[in-house]
């Protein structure tokens, strides 16, 4: 009982800094920070437009964005018969459809660490970014739509991307949520189970809500361990039983899976597809040419980043 309870202290102090410790363990194998200073000088897709133009434009790249996501529906992963699946050379060698990953989404505070702040992008920050998405011609995928185009080929729409969120925090739901909405794109919310209901992260309503409004639920894990370091229980722990919790509250199957820190090793893999998984996200690291549907690259759209500098990080790191 005792060990437990010190168990459970380790996980809830280790929740609330878990943005900045993935922070610590990632950004020295991400070298996407370092090319956005260079980058930045590079040109902008986006002409400045002020006044009534502006917002007409607005409007009409809204409308036009929510009418192309409203494509025909991917086919669920299992449906796929295995020998429709190509081999892992071919998934390799097909452009990578770039992925944005984000942790949490609101104005910076006199505490944050220099080293967070890649991981807390500021509200007009991310609004600006997702704005040069649309405004530059961006179409949100979800992850049946990806599997379906890296395991067949299917086709894509033109400039796919796929906006992905980590942590369960509540801005994502205040902040990220509405202003997605506004023009038309969908995203992944990769949840810890530990964290729901919490003062700072959304709670199991909300996580239904954005299911039910057409984002997909992933997992990431109960209380954000690292991977690499699961044994015999933890697995139970950490991958089924919170799988199982998002199944109950979204009434979907959870098929998607993010790894803590975007740490990875072989051994995990055929223990997430024993657990429904059908592909995972690392982060800017390099694929497993082995599996390359449960390495599938993501970038961490910085809080340092401007928009132009979002862009150019998209073309160079995909
Ligand atoms: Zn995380």
Redesign the pocket.
Known sequence: MAAFFTFMQFSYSALST??VC?AALTLSSCNDSKTATAAETSSPTREVMSGTAAVAAEEDSAAAHAAASAGTPAPDPASIPASKIADAATITARPQVPILCY?QIRDWRAKDSKGAKDYIVPVEAFKKQIQMLADSGYHSILPDQLYAYLATGAPLPSKPIMLTF??TDLDQFTVARPTLEKYGFKAVY?V?TVSLGRPRYMSKAQVKQLSDEGNVIGS?TWD?HNVKKYQGQDWVTQIEKPTKTLEEITGKDIKYF?Y??GLWNPEAIPQLKQRGMVAAFVLAEKRDPQDPLFTIRRIIASGYWSARTLHNSIVQSF
Request: aromatic fraction near 16%.
């Open positions: 878990a943005a993935a942790h980590d942590d990769f810890m990431h954000h993010a803590p820190f």
